[in-house]
């Protein structure tokens, strides 16, 4: 094409920018060749005009089409420049948010700054076994890509992960080893590739960092090879490291830390393990401190520590080793906060004597402090003669000391690897490996030093591969294709490599300076300035002498000479060195023991050998340099990557900040330009970059043929002739043999033609269908206008000729005779309404009256009756809870009373006397006290007013005296008051005095009577402690006299013991009862009002105090008020013939109540009766009869709890009955059973009374037993006060006869009660039966109504067939079954008249013979013999010798197809047989070994025919109907619900087998998961192809470019590709694994469960595919699946599989393609989205929207702000972290129990199983 072509109007081109390097254009105004400007317009609708010059300023790059941009291979760009690949990676990097991009071979990492979930398990099995190109770009499709490569080529493969620091090389390394580990499992149980992932921790801790652009840097490069043997499995590894950055242990620049392991060490400091250590805070170490920030964002320390020992010792370091480690490691921290002093005279040095840190560098290490010391500060000078000790300065030492700990670190870090390679070192031979090179990227600071300078020297060896094994990939494509090519120009970097490594380059020059005595890095520098100075790689600053610039491949780099000497020699003193191998622990003097060089381990496979030999340094000054080491080892990587098949992982940095997911062009493009993408962009440029197959070119370009070339069958030569008409020139594109090869820019011009195209089809289109759209609208108009006008002319017409008949009319009749005629008729018809309106009106007015009238009376009829009956009702239930409150006063007054009188006299009476006395002595004392204060008080007050009165006087006297006698009478007043006072005051003393008297009588009297009752109390306790006394007496001497009744006792005690204990827990349970009978009474009278008088809480709480007397308690109380409740619910009428019946529970409640305590009371008063007689009154009877009567009252009290909640069942059962009779009345079965109910409750109630009768009645017994011994014998208060005070009968055999009758008593209604709770109880199981019954009935009946429902009319139809089917073969059964007994009963009849017949014919023998002798002719009878039918029992017998015959026969080489004919699970039957047999004989060693080799047969089977479907199908059917047989024929009634008669005396007999069965069901859980193993091994290759590939749908999906795609080197293009499989062939195989499973039996709900499995399968792989392709994220691969996923259930519809919910499963699948499908665009579209897809996360949607892909230029891609809408918008999901599906998920397997309808005697066996050794029983 021309370039006016190119450059036209809308041709949207890239210009460059200052700040974003490229800014996308559009150009306004065709562009003519030789113009000086370019019209353009920016994205901001900014007008520019662009200078266009032939030399300085070329034509701008043109940008790509829409549909080509985030192409996931930037190859398949049609323009590759920079801009264009930069653009692609920057819309994947933000929109979609991809990370990785193809770039031909090379894949491109951008590092995200965030956890991302997509490296689980799920995504590496989904990329496992794929093809690169078939899948979204991943680090696992180049891991499986290599791993793929080592298998089928047998060679061995490396990935080279580059980039600078921060580009996330570290994770990506570690990435492709967790993927080689998965895949590549080691077989044995070393678990090699969970060592090699461990050693991932302990590099990161030793070797990485953190710098100012990345908080994990990688200090050093290593390659790890990881072995395989010929199954390619992880066998073992190998790690290889190059050049660690030392200087970081002494230095850090700011915001920069030292290596991790430092601050792990220091933030776990305090932990007792690492005390020795004497560590503090990272802060206080000079090593640490340098960058001024000691924590990472994010980052513990701690916790990464221990997950470094963990690591270790996963390797097999032994703690006592990592203890060294660490000590060392410490030693360092210490070393470098050693202070060295400067002496006066500045040329010499020394270390502080109480250096704490010197002592613990020593300490830790185990070297002499004086020595290490001395050695800081003085260095050894060897001469040829003499030896000198040569002090050094402080800036020297300070050097020494620095060098010694870079040292030391540096001989650690090797050890440490060392001891890695060993732990992941094999014994195996290593077939091939794979390497993973984890190397830093080309870098460039602002201060570069060696570091920099060695590092960028490796990244142009690592260029200069890579460049040549492009070109070489890019030769053998056109080789393989056989098109012509020409040497593509690329750029060689090897004059850069030998201005570096060639002879007297610029390291040869650094050696020989290292070399001179005083060489220095200025003498350096001038060396290389001199003879370097005219190559076109190296410059010479302008503005320094010390520096040098080198051109590298990537950029200009100035290097600082300073300090280039220092760090290649690496120089560190021997003396120092010397000590630390002295130490005293053998890891540290190890470290530094010198080793002879030897070379490098070599791998299986490559044979390196050195270009040179290198002789041996003559002594340990000439020691090989750090750039010579560098150098050879670099060489040596270089020969193994060489010896490899190379994959490259390009990691780039997207911006300084560490922000995530913010794009920095200017930054990203260096790093393009470094890595190496460019180069290949450039290269793939120079040749043919696009490329088409020719059915893909085909199927997207075929809109630009005409019909007659599309006739022709080769489409080969249809391309050829379309290519050679469309573009001209014949250079632009090559024909291979299976591709098309363009040049660049083809594509896109094609795409142009291609919319064009598109465009004026569109055109033509719109332009036919709006004309026809015109013609058909005048057509409708003019038909309209025509049809209009007919009506309008008919309607005229008709107009016109009624007016003339009007007219005509007019003249025949008169106007007045019709007005006279109709005023008439009008004004009689209103006459007659008029009247009929009155009357009816009147009528219905008094009507309505009436009503009114009747409702009114009814109501006053109506509030009178129910005014009377509430108030009947009130003071019934006022009068019945008056009664019982006085009933309950009255008995609460007496037991109130008859404590008072016992309280009385009783000690505690008088201690409570006393303290009552005392205080009120208290009180008298207090008023006493308040008296006298009185006293006092007014005694002050008379004597003020005395003195007072006195001055008054005084004054007075004064004043009279003056004025004389005027004054007498006032004075002789005023010395009246003051007697009169005085008096007072005297009476007031004199009543002091008198109560002062009285106080202390009183007084005096209270403390008598104080000592009074102390002197009683103290006699009380004498008289106490004398009884306890005695009765130890009596117990020891009764002890002493009868041994051998102790143990009786003992025996009796402890079963009253533990009668006891269980009395304390039925009290426990009855209070437990009680309480729950509280609450829910409280929430009752809470929920409803309660008629009669309550009291409150605290009222009743007081009447609930414990008592000796039991009359009335609490508990009756609320049987009461649970009375009158029930009374309110069931109503008036209902409730009153039960308020007896409970009145007449609760006396008996009562009536129990009262005589279980009195019995307790008896019990125990003879217990301390039977220990206060002594030895000769006891006897082994009376302490039988004593337990007796202990467990009798016990076993009452049980019989009582137990009444109670029989009485309250029956409570609620009459309460339930009620409601429903009360709600259906015309169910007369329901009323029946209450009426029953009542009637069995009042006759149980009748006779509890009568029983009742008889207890008082023997009680009264009792009493009056008690009262006559009270009379005949006296009382012995000093043995048994306690029984004396209470007065009870004393005469055990009075008592134990009373006993005996209350006991034959007690048990005659312990009977009563039980019979009546078992008929009780009989009679509710029948009701519950009878319910259950008709409830499983409703329910069948509904199921099999609702399903039917749900049927179409021809299934329905087939339906009803099949049940009716199903109902005459249960028919059948029924009636063979009914014949089977006929006959069996008809033989047994025969049996016995022939036994008959034979005793008849004897019995006529002998009358025969006793007859006369005459002779008689013999009768002659002829006999036949008749073969008796033999009855089979379902059994087969077989010989011992022949189990093993058995086992071969019927598992080991049976084959299904062999019983396919017969019934089905036939070898399951027959095993069962024998086992029955087994069972029959009562052989239970038979039983054993036959079930015992029956599963390991079937073991050894599915392990031998592990991938075969029909086997493990076959297999699984027969166990689980074993199973069946052994659950069926078990004997447990649970199981033989669904039994005939003939198969219940099948059962077992002898032997239970739950055992074996649960060993069955187990197996049947292995076979299962195996038959899914292998079901979903078969149909998973299939499921990929079959739902996302394969055109079900003719001509829907379109094609576009494919980039990368089919362009895998792991796929085999000569044998055709990977094979295709259609949907028609996957359901063709499920349906096959569908019949199988079927033919041989299996139950129906396993087969669903298995298909259901299935399809969880093939939603798992199909969604998890969608979600990594691109390719498959359009609008029409979207209809596609959905067309897919209706057949597959479709599929499930045509086999009955609906109830399997195998459709639920494809839920997500069908969603993602509605998803594909829907609109997206508008806020709406986003609430619809997030409603429909209810199965997806939005993790899962927003991959989905950020994949779609427009196919033409006509659709639209989702915008990221729609996408945002999607994440942000608030939604009620609980979705998993995880994006992908869990394709090994398995849902929970159920083996619901199938009882077989097949009869065992009836089975036959084939005579082709060859099983003719067994004999049916």
Same mark, same amino acid.
């Given at each position: 094409?021309?370039?006016?072509?190119?450059?036209?109007?809308?041709?949207?081109?890239?210009?460059?920018?200052?700040?974003?390097?490229?800014?996308?254009?559009?150009?306004?105004?065709?562009?003519?060749?030789?113009?000086?400007?370019?019209?353009?317009?920016l994205e901001d609708d900014t007008p520019l005009e662009y200078p266009v010059g032939p030399k300085s300023n070329p034509l701008p790059f043109l940008r790509n089409p829409d549909?080509?941009?985030?192409?996931?291979?930037?190859?398949?760009?049609?323009?590759?420049?920079?801009?264009?690949?930069?653009?692609?990676?920057?819309?994947?990097?933000?929109?979609?948010?991809?990370?990785?991009?193809?770039?031909?071979?090379?894949?491109?990492?951008?590092?995200?700054?965030?956890?991302?979930?997509?490296?689980?398990?799920?995504? @590496?099995?989904?990329?496992?076994?794929?093809?690169?190109?078939?899948?979204?770009?991943?680090?696992?499709?180049?891991?499986?890509?290599?791993?793929?490569?080592?298998?089928?080529d047998e060679r061995n493969q490396s990935i080279i992960v580059s980039g600078e620091s921060g580009a996330g090389k570290t994770v990506s390394a570690k990435y492709a080893m967790?993927?080689?580990?998965?895949?590549?499992?080691?077989?044995?149980?070393?678990?090699?590739?969970?060592?090699?992932?461990?050693?991932?921790?302990?590099?990161?801790?030793?070797?990485?960092?953190?710098?100012?652009?990345?908080?994990?840097?990688?200090?050093?490069?290593?390659?790890?090879? @990881?072995? %395989?043997?010929?199954?390619?499995?992880?066998?073992?590894?190998?790690?290889?490291?190059?050049?660690?950055?030392?200087?970081?242990?002494?230095?850090?620049?700011?915001?920069?830390?030292? #290596?991790?392991? %430092?601050?792990?060490?220091?933030?776990?400091?305090?932990?007792?393990?690492?005390?020795?250590?004497?560590?503090?805070?990272?802060?206080?170490?000079?090593?640490?401190?340098?960058?001024?920030?000691?924590?990472?964002?994010?980052?513990?320390?701690?916790?990464?520590?221990?997950?470094?020992?963990?690591?270790?010792?996963?390797?097999?370091?032994?703690?006592?080793?990592?203890?060294?480690?660490?000590?060392?490691?410490?030693?360092?921290?210490?070393?470098?906060?050693?202070?060295?002093?400067?002496?006066?005279?500045?040329?010499?040095?020394?270390?502080?004597?109480?250096?704490?840190?010197?002592?613990?560098?020593?300490?830790?290490?185990?070297?002499?402090?004086?020595?290490?010391?001395?050695?800081?500060?003085?260095?050894?000078?060897?001469?040829?003669?003499?030896?000198?000790?040569?002090?050094?300065?402080?800036?020297?030492?300070?050097?020494?000391?620095?060098?010694?700990?870079?040292?030391?670190?540096?001989?650690?870090?090797?050890?440490?690897?060392?001891?890695?390679?060993?732990?992941?070192?094999?014994?195996?031979?290593?077939?091939?490996?794979?390497?993973?090179?984890?190397?830093?990227? %080309?870098?460039?600071?602002?201060?570069?030093?060696?570091?920099?300078?060695?590092?960028?020297?490796?990244?142009?060896?690592?260029?200069?591969?890579?460049?040549?094994?492009?070109?070489?990939?890019?030769?053998?494509? #056109?080789?393989?294709?056989?098109?012509?090519?020409?040497?593509?120009?690329?750029?060689?970097?090897?004059?850069?490599?030998?201005?570096?490594?060639?002879?007297?380059?610029?390291?040869?020059?650094?050696?020989?300076?290292?070399?001179?005595?005083?060489?220095?890095?200025?003498?350096?520098?001038?060396?290389?300035?001199?003879?370097?100075?005219?190559?076109?790689?190296?410059?010479?600053?302008?503005?320094?002498?010390?520096? %040098?610039?080198?051109?590298?491949?990537?950029?200009?780099?100035?290097?600082?000479?300073?300090?280039?000497?220092?760090?290649?020699?690496?120089?560190?003193?021997?003396?120092?060195?010397?000590?630390?191998?002295?130490?005293?622990? $053998?890891?540290?003097?190890?470290?530094?023991?010198?080793?002879?060089?030897?070379?490098?381990?070599?791998?299986?496979?490559?044979?390196?050998?050195?270009?040179?030999?290198?002789?041996?340094?003559?002594?340990?000054?000439?020691?090989?340099?750090?750039?010579?080491?560098?150098?050879?080892?670099?060489?040596?990587?270089?020969?193994?990557?060489?010896?490899?098949?190379?994959?490259?992982?390009?990691?780039?940095?997207?911006?300084?900040?560490?922000?995530?997911?913010?794009?920095?062009?200017?930054?990203?493009?260096?790093?393009?330009?470094?890595?190496?993408?460019?180069?290949?962009?450039?290269?793939?440029?120079?040749?043919?970059?696009?490329?088409?197959?020719?059915?893909?070119?085909?199927?997207?370009?075929?809109?630009?043929?005409?019909?007659?070339?599309?006739?022709?069958?080769?489409?080969?030569?249809?391309?050829?002739?379309?290519?050679?008409?469309?573009?001209?020139?014949?250079?632009?594109?090559?024909?291979?043999?299976?591709?098309?090869?363009?040049?660049?820019?083809?594509?896109? #011009?094609?795409?142009?033609?291609?919319?064009?195209?598109?465009?004026?089809?569109?055109?033509?289109?719109?332009?036919?269908?709006?004309?026809?759209?015109?013609?058909?609208?005048?057509?409708?108009?003019?038909?309209?206008?025509?049809?209009?006008?007919?009506?309008?002319?008919?309607?005229?017409?008709?107009?016109?000729?009624?007016?003339?008949?009007?007219?005509?009319?007019? &003249?025949?009749?008169?106007?007045?005779?019709?007005?006279?005629?109709?005023?008439?008729?009008?004004?009689?018809?209103?006459?007659?309404?008029?009247?009929?309106?009155?009357?009816?009106?009147?009528?219905?007015?008094?009507?309505?009256?009436?009503?009114?009238?009747?409702?009114?009376?009814?109501?006053?009829?109506?509030?009178? !009756?129910?005014?009377?009956?509430?108030?009947?009702?009130?003071?019934?239930?006022?009068?019945?809870?008056?009664?019982?409150?006085?009933?309950?006063?009255?008995?609460?007054?007496?037991?109130?009373?008859?404590?008072?009188?016992?309280?009385?006299?009783?000690?505690?009476?008088?201690?409570?006397?006393?303290?009552?006395?005392?205080?009120?002595?208290?009180?008298?004392?207090?008023?006493?006290?308040?008296?006298?204060?009185?006293?006092?008080?007014?005694?002050?007050?008379?004597?003020?007013?005395?003195?007072?009165?006195?001055?008054?006087?005084?004054?007075?006297?004064?004043?009279?005296?003056?004025?004389?006698?005027?004054?007498?009478?006032?004075?002789?007043?005023?010395?009246?008051?003051?007697?009169?006072?005085?008096?007072?005051?005297?009476?007031?003393?004199?009543?002091?005095?008198?109560?002062?008297?009285?106080?202390?009588?009183?007084?005096?009297?209270?403390?008598?009577?104080?000592?009074?009752?102390?002197?009683?109390?103290?006699? =009380?306790?004498?008289?106490?402690?004398?009884?306890?006394?005695?009765? +130890?007496?009596?117990?020891?001497?009764?002890?002493?006299?009868?041994?051998?009744?102790?143990?009786?006792?003992?025996?009796?005690?402890?079963?009253?013991?533990?009668?006891?204990?269980?009395?304390?827990?039925?009290?426990?349970?009855?209070?437990?009862?009680?309480?729950?009978?509280?609450?829910?009474?409280?929430? +009752?009278?809470?929920?409803?009002?309660?008629?009669?008088?309550?009291?409150?809480?605290?009222?009743?709480?007081?009447?609930?105090?414990?008592?000796?007397?039991?009359?009335?308690?609490?508990?009756?109380?609320?049987?009461?008020?649970?009375?009158?409740?029930?009374?309110?619910?069931?109503? &008036?009428?209902?409730?009153?013939?039960?308020?007896?019946?409970?009145?007449?529970?609760?006396?008996?409640?009562?009536?129990?109540?009262?005589?279980?305590?009195?019995? $307790?009371?008896?019990?125990?008063?003879?217990?301390?009766?039977?220990?206060?007689?002594?030895?000769?009154?006891?006897?082994?009877?009376?302490?039988?009869?004593?337990?007796?009567?202990?467990?009798?009252?016990?076993?009452?009290?049980? =019989?009582?709890?137990?009444?109670?909640?029989?009485?309250?069942?029956?409570?609620?059962?009459?309460?339930?009955?009620?409601?429903?009779?009360?709600?259906?009345?015309?169910?007369?079965?329901?009323?029946?059973?209450?009426?029953?109910?009542?009637?069995?409750?009042?006759?149980?109630?009748?006779?509890?009374?009568?029983?009742?009768?008889?207890?008082?009645?023997?009680?009264? /017994?009792?009493?009056?037993?008690?009262?006559?011994?009270?009379?005949?014998?006296?009382?012995?208060?000093?043995?048994?006060?306690?029984?004396?005070?209470?007065?009870?009968?004393?005469?055990?055999?009075?008592?134990?006869?009373?006993?005996?009758?209350?006991?034959?008593?007690?048990?005659?209604?312990?009977?009563?009660?039980?019979?009546?709770?078992?008929?009780?109880?009989?009679?509710?199981?029948? =009701?519950?039966?009878?319910?259950?019954?008709?409830?499983?009935?409703?329910?069948?009946?509904?199921?099999?109504?609702?399903?039917?429902?749900?049927?179409?009319?021809?299934?329905?139809?087939?339906?009803?067939?099949?049940?009716?089917?199903?109902?005459?073969?249960?028919?059948?059964?029924?009636?063979?079954?009914?014949?089977?007994?006929?006959?069996?009963?008809?033989?047994?009849?025969?049996?016995?008249?022939?036994?008959?017949?034979?005793?008849?014919?004897?019995?006529?023998?002998?009358?025969?013979?006793? /007859?006369?002798?005459?002779?008689?002719?013999?009768?002659?009878?002829?006999?036949?013999?008749?073969?008796?039918?033999?009855?089979?029992?379902?059994?087969?017998?077989?010989?011992?010798?022949?189990?093993?015959?058995?086992?071969?026969? =019927?598992?080991?080489?049976?084959?299904?197809?062999? !019983?396919?004919?017969?019934?089905?699970?036939?070898?399951?039957?027959? &095993?069962?047989?024998?086992?029955?047999?087994?069972?029959?004989?009562?052989?239970?060693?038979?039983?054993?070994?036959?079930?015992?080799?029956?599963?390991?047969?079937?073991?050894?089977?599915?392990?031998?025919?592990?991938?075969?479907?029909?086997?493990?199908?076959?297999?699984?059917?027969?166990?689980?109907?074993?199973?069946?047989?052994?659950?069926?024929?078990?004997?447990?009634?649970?199981?033989?619900?669904?039994?005939?008669?003939?198969?219940?005396?099948?059962?077992?007999?002898?032997?239970?087998?739950?055992?074996?069965?649960?060993?069955?069901?187990?197996?049947?859980?292995?076979?299962?998961?195996?038959?899914?193993?292998?079901?979903?091994?078969?149909?998973?290759?299939?499921?990929?192809?079959?739902?996302?590939?394969?055109?079900?749908?003719?001509?829907?999906?379109?094609?576009?470019?494919?980039?990368?795609?089919?362009?895998?080197?792991?796929?085999?293009?000569?044998?055709?590709?990977?094979?295709?499989?259609?949907?028609?062939?996957?359901?063709?195989?499920?349906?096959?694994?569908?019949?199988?499973?079927?033919?041989?039996?299996?139950?129906?709900?396993?087969?669903?469960?298995? !298909?259901?499995? +299935?399809?969880?399968?093939?939603?798992?792989?199909?969604?998890?595919?969608?979600?990594?392709?691109?390719?498959?994220?359009?609008?029409?691969?979207?209809?596609?699946?959905?067309?897919?996923?209706?057949?597959?259930?479709?599929?499930?519809?045509?086999?009955?599989?609906?109830?399997?919910?195998?459709?639920?499963?494809?839920?997500?699948?069908?969603?993602?393609?509605?998803?594909?499908?829907?609109?997206?665009?508008?806020?709406?579209?986003?609430?619809?989205?997030?409603?429909?897809?209810?199965?997806?996360?939005?993790?899962?949607?927003?991959?989905?929207?950020?994949?779609?892909?427009?196919?033409?230029?006509?659709?639209?891609?989702?915008?990221?702000?729609?996408?945002?809408?999607? /994440?942000?918008?608030?939604?009620?999901?609980?979705?998993?972290?995880?994006?992908?599906?869990?394709?090994?998920?398995?849902?929970?397997?159920?083996?619901?129990?199938?009882?077989?309808?097949?009869?065992?005697?009836?089975?036959? @066996?084939?005579?082709? &199983?060859?099983?003719?050794?067994?004999?049916? !029983?």
């Amino acid at each position: 094409m021309s370039v006016n072509e190119l450059y036209s109007k809308y041709t949207r081109v890239w210009i460059p920018d200052p700040d974003h390097v490229w800014r996308a254009a559009e150009i306004v105004r065709d562009y003519k060749e030789g113009e000086p400007v370019l019209h353009l317009t920016l994205e901001d609708d900014t007008p520019l005009e662009y200078p266009v010059g032939p030399k300085s300023n070329p034509l701008p790059f043109l940008r790509n089409p829409d549909i080509l941009v985030g192409e996931n291979d930037l190859t398949a760009l049609s323009y590759l420049h920079e801009p264009a690949v930069l653009h692609n990676l920057k819309v994947r990097f933000l929109e979609p948010n991809h990370i990785y991009t193809y770039c031909g071979i090379v894949l491109v990492a951008i590092n995200p700054y965030e956890q991302l979930h997509i490296y689980g398990e799920e995504v @590496i099995r989904a990329y496992s076994g794929q093809n690169m190109g078939d899948m979204d770009p991943h680090i696992f499709a180049v891991a499986e890509e290599a791993y793929k490569q080592m298998a089928r080529d047998e060679r061995n493969q490396s990935i080279i992960v580059s980039g600078e620091s921060g580009a996330g090389k570290t994770v990506s390394a570690k990435y492709a080893m967790r993927f080689f580990a998965t895949v590549g499992g080691s077989t044995s149980d070393t678990n090699v590739e969970e060592k090699v992932l461990a050693s991932s921790p302990i590099m990161e801790a030793i070797g990485n960092a953190k710098t100012t652009r990345n908080d994990n840097s990688s200090r050093f490069g290593k390659y790890i090879e @990881i072995g %395989f043997n010929r199954q390619y499995r992880i066998i073992g590894a190998n790690m290889r490291t190059y050049l660690l950055e030392k200087s970081r242990v002494v230095f850090q620049a700011e915001d920069e830390r030292n #290596y991790h392991i %430092f601050y792990q060490l220091c933030a776990s400091a305090s932990l007792p393990e690492y005390k020795d250590l004497c560590l503090a805070s990272a802060e206080d170490f000079t090593f640490t401190s340098m960058g001024e920030n000691i924590f990472i964002e994010g980052v513990n320390d701690a916790e990464d520590l221990e997950k470094t020992r963990e690591a270790f010792t996963l390797l097999g370091i032994k703690e006592g080793n990592q203890s060294s480690i660490f000590k060392v490691i410490a030693s360092i921290l210490h070393l470098g906060n050693i202070e060295i002093c400067s002496q006066r005279d500045g040329e010499s040095c020394h270390v502080l004597r109480d250096d704490l840190h010197l002592k613990h560098f020593c300490t830790l290490l185990g070297v002499e402090l004086k020595q290490m010391e001395h050695w800081l500060c003085h260095r050894k000078l060897v001469t040829a003669t003499e030896t000198y000790v040569k002090n050094m300065s402080t800036k020297q030492a300070e050097n020494a000391r620095d060098a010694l700990a870079k040292h030391i670190y540096a001989r650690m870090f090797d050890w440490i690897v060392e001891h890695i390679n060993k732990a992941l070192h094999t014994s195996s031979k290593q077939h091939s490996f794979i390497g993973v090179l984890d190397i830093y990227g %080309f870098e460039t600071f602002e201060v570069n030093s060696f570091e920099q300078f060695c590092i960028n020297y490796a990244n142009e060896k690592l260029q200069q591969q890579f460049n040549s094994h492009v070109f070489k990939l890019e030769q053998e494509e #056109y080789m393989k294709e056989q098109i012509p090519w020409t040497l593509i120009d690329f750029y060689d970097n090897q004059p850069c490599i030998d201005l570096i490594e060639a002879r007297l380059g610029i390291l040869d020059l650094l050696d020989e300076e290292c070399k001179v005595p005083k060489g220095t890095d200025e003498n350096w520098a001038q060396k290389l300035y001199k003879q370097h100075s005219v190559s076109a790689h190296f410059q010479k600053p302008r503005m320094s002498n010390v520096s %040098f610039i080198i051109v590298h491949f990537a950029d200009k780099v100035e290097y600082q000479s300073e300090g280039f000497l220092e760090k290649n020699r690496d120089t560190v003193y021997g003396e120092q060195i010397n000590i630390l191998k002295a130490s005293e622990f $053998q890891l540290v003097a190890d470290l530094f023991h010198d080793k002879d060089d030897v070379a490098p381990p070599k791998s299986s496979r490559v044979n390196v050998r050195p270009a040179k030999s290198t002789p041996k340094a003559p002594n340990k000054e000439h020691k090989k340099t750090v750039g010579h080491q560098f150098r050879s080892s670099l060489h040596l990587l270089m020969e193994t990557l060489n010896a490899t098949t190379p994959h490259y992982v390009r990691c780039i940095k997207p911006n300084d900040l560490k922000e995530p997911f913010m794009f920095d062009s200017r930054r990203a493009v260096q790093q393009l330009r470094a890595c190496g993408v460019l180069e290949t962009i450039r290269i793939s440029a120079a040749g043919y970059p696009s490329r088409w197959t020719y059915p893909d070119f085909f199927n997207r370009y075929r809109v630009l043929l005409k019909k007659s070339e599309m006739a022709s069958a080769d489409k080969k030569l249809v391309c050829r002739n379309l290519l050679e008409t469309l573009i001209k020139d014949h250079d632009m594109f090559q024909f291979g043999k299976t591709k098309i090869f363009f040049r660049a820019g083809q594509v896109a #011009y094609l795409e142009k033609l291609r919319a064009d195209r598109f465009r004026s089809a569109c055109i033509k289109i719109q332009k036919t269908v709006r004309g026809w759209l015109q013609r058909v609208r005048y057509r409708k108009v003019r038909k309209m206008a025509v049809s209009l006008q007919r009506y309008g002319r008919g309607y005229l017409a008709r107009r016109h000729a009624d007016f003339l008949r009007q007219t005509r009319a007019a &003249l025949l009749c008169q106007k007045q005779y019709r007005m006279v005629r109709d005023r008439r008729a009008y004004l009689r018809v209103r006459r007659a309404v008029v009247t009929i309106q009155a009357f009816t009106r009147g009528m219905f007015t008094r009507r309505i009256y009436q009503e009114f009238m009747l409702h009114h009376k009814a109501m006053l009829i109506q509030k009178v !009756v129910r005014g009377w009956l509430q108030r009947r009702r009130f003071r019934r239930a006022r009068d019945a809870a008056i009664t019982i409150q006085c009933l309950f006063r009255r008995v609460r007054a007496r037991r109130r009373l008859k404590q008072l009188k016992v309280e009385a006299r009783s000690a505690e009476r008088l201690k409570s006397l006393n303290s009552g006395m005392e205080n009120k002595i208290v009180q008298l004392q207090r008023k006493m006290d308040d008296q006298s204060k009185e006293l006092r008080t007014h005694n002050e007050q008379l004597l003020q007013v005395n003195n007072k009165l006195q001055k008054q006087l005084e004054e007075v006297q004064s004043r009279q005296g003056g004025a004389g006698g005027a004054g007498g009478a006032q004075l002789s007043s005023l010395q009246e008051e003051l007697d009169r006072l005085r008096e007072e005051l005297q009476e007031a003393s004199a009543q002091r005095k008198r109560m002062e008297e009285e106080h202390g009588k009183e007084k005096t009297g209270l403390q008598l009577r104080v000592e009074e009752l102390e002197k009683e109390n103290a006699l =009380l306790k004498s008289e106490k402690e004398e009884m306890n006394h005695r009765i +130890l007496q009596l117990t020891k001497s009764s002890g002493e006299d009868s041994g051998s009744v102790s143990l009786m006792e003992t025996s009796l005690q402890a079963e009253l013991d533990a009668e006891r204990q269980r009395y304390q827990n039925l009290l426990k349970q009855k209070t437990t009862v009680e309480q729950r009978y509280d609450n829910l009474k409280e929430e +009752l009278s809470m929920s409803k009002f309660q008629p009669g008088h309550r009291r409150n809480p605290s009222n009743q709480s007081s009447l609930e105090s414990d008592s000796n007397y039991t009359s009335i308690s609490t508990s009756e109380l609320g049987d009461t008020e649970d009375s009158i409740q029930l009374v309110e619910e069931m109503g &008036l009428e209902k409730a009153a013939m039960d308020i007896s019946l409970f009145m007449k529970l609760q006396k008996r409640v009562r009536e129990l109540e009262q005589e279980r305590r009195r019995l $307790q009371v008896n019990l125990d008063k003879m217990e301390e009766l039977a220990r206060s007689r002594g030895s000769e009154s006891r006897s082994s009877t009376s302490e039988q009869e004593t337990a007796d009567l202990a467990y009798n009252n016990l076993k009452r009290q049980e =019989l009582e709890s137990e009444n109670k909640k029989l009485k309250k069942d029956l409570n609620e059962l009459r309460k339930s009955i009620s409601e429903r009779a009360s709600e259906n009345d015309s169910s007369k079965e329901l009323q029946d059973s209450y009426n029953l109910l009542l009637s069995q409750l009042r006759s149980a109630n009748e006779e509890l009374d009568g029983r009742k009768e008889e207890v008082l009645i023997l009680r009264t /017994q009792i009493v009056s037993a008690a009262h006559i011994r009270e009379n005949n014998q006296p009382i012995q208060s000093s043995e048994a006060p306690e029984v004396s005070e209470d007065k009870e009968p004393l005469d055990s055999e009075e008592a134990l006869k009373a006993y005996h009758g209350l006991r034959e008593s007690k048990k005659l209604l312990e009977a009563q009660l039980q019979t009546q709770s078992r008929q009780h109880g009989d009679e509710l199981e029948a =009701l519950h039966t009878q319910i259950e019954l008709l409830r499983d009935d409703i329910e069948k009946k509904q199921e099999i109504l609702s399903y039917t429902a749900s049927l179409s009319p021809e299934a329905r139809v087939e339906y009803s067939v099949q049940q009716e089917i199903t109902r005459l073969t249960n028919d059948n059964l029924d009636l063979k079954e009914l014949v089977e007994k006929l006959e069996k009963n008809e033989r047994k009849l025969k049996k016995q008249l022939r036994i008959y017949m034979k005793k008849v014919q004897e019995l006529e023998a002998s009358q025969a013979a006793a /007859q006369t002798s005459r002779s008689r002719p013999a009768l002659s009878r002829q006999v036949t013999v008749q073969r008796k039918e033999k009855d089979f029992e379902g059994m087969l017998e077989y010989y011992k010798e022949d189990e093993a015959l058995l086992f071969k026969t =019927l598992i080991t080489d049976i084959r299904p197809n062999t !019983v396919s004919a017969t019934v089905p699970c036939l070898p399951a039957y027959i &095993l069962f047989m024998c086992i029955r047999h087994a069972d029959y004989v009562n052989d239970d060693q038979k039983v054993e070994s036959l079930l015992t080799s029956t599963i390991n047969a079937i073991k050894k089977v599915l392990k031998k025919n592990n991938e075969d479907f029909e086997m493990t199908s076959f297999w699984l059917a027969n166990t689980s109907r074993l199973l069946h047989c052994l659950k069926q024929y078990s004997g447990d009634e649970a199981f033989m619900t669904q039994n005939t008669g003939k198969q219940n005396e099948h059962c077992l007999k002898n032997f239970d087998l739950a055992e074996y069965r649960q060993v069955l069901s187990d197996l049947s859980i292995q076979i299962y998961q195996q038959l899914i193993k292998v079901a979903e091994g078969i149909i998973q290759p299939m499921i990929v192809s079959a739902m996302l590939e394969s055109e079900s749908i003719p001509s829907l999906a379109g094609v576009k470019t494919m980039g990368y795609r089919n362009r895998s080197s792991s796929m085999d293009v000569d044998s055709g590709g990977p094979a295709t499989y259609t949907l028609q062939a996957l359901i063709r195989q499920l349906g096959q694994f569908h019949g199988t499973m079927r033919d041989h039996g299996l139950d129906p709900e396993i087969v669903g469960q298995v !298909v259901r499995q +299935l399809f969880h399968c093939v939603n798992a792989v199909t969604l998890n595919n969608l979600l990594l392709r691109k390719d498959v994220c359009s609008w029409s691969n979207g209809m596609q699946l959905r067309y897919n996923t209706s057949q597959m259930e479709e599929w499930l519809r045509a086999n009955n599989l609906s109830h399997s919910k195998a459709a639920e499963t494809l839920e997500p699948i069908i969603q993602a393609a509605q998803l594909l499908q829907v609109k997206k665009k508008t806020t709406q579209d986003a609430e619809a989205i997030c409603s429909l897809c209810s199965a997806l996360s939005t993790q899962q949607i927003v991959k989905i929207l950020n994949l779609y892909t427009p196919l033409n230029e006509f659709e639209e891609r989702v915008s990221v702000s729609f996408i945002r809408s999607i /994440q942000t918008r608030p939604q009620q999901r609980h979705d998993p972290p995880q994006l992908l599906m869990d394709t090994k998920h398995m849902f929970p397997v159920l083996f619901p129990y199938t009882p077989s309808a097949l009869s065992l005697e009836t089975l036959h @066996i084939p005579a082709s &199983l060859g099983l003719d050794f067994l004999i049916r !029983v």
